[in-house]
């Protein structure tokens, strides 16, 4: 029985699912933000659907570090502020 989704995504596939560019898709994989393996011939590019899943994943929680972050920085007052008035 195959499965109900493919195991691998093309370049294209994997930049409709994060709404990015085709070339925004080739950079992550380039750079090993986002594994993939070359096949064939011409080492077409395939993303396995785990991968994605895994770099989505390691986005998520890379913006809440960012966001606890941001919350534990000090609010500045008004003092701090300076005007050019």
Known sequence: MPPSSPRFLTLADVADVLNVTVRQVYALVRS?????????????????????????????????????????????????VTSDH
């Open 32 to 80: 090993g933000d986002l594994r993939g393996i070359q096949i064939g011939g011409r080492g077409q590019w395939r993303i396995e659907t785990d991968q994605l899943e895994d770099y989505i994943s390691r986005q998520y929680a890379r913006a809440e570090a960012h966001d606890d972050e941001s919350a534990e920085a000090p609010a500045s007052s008004p003092d701090d």
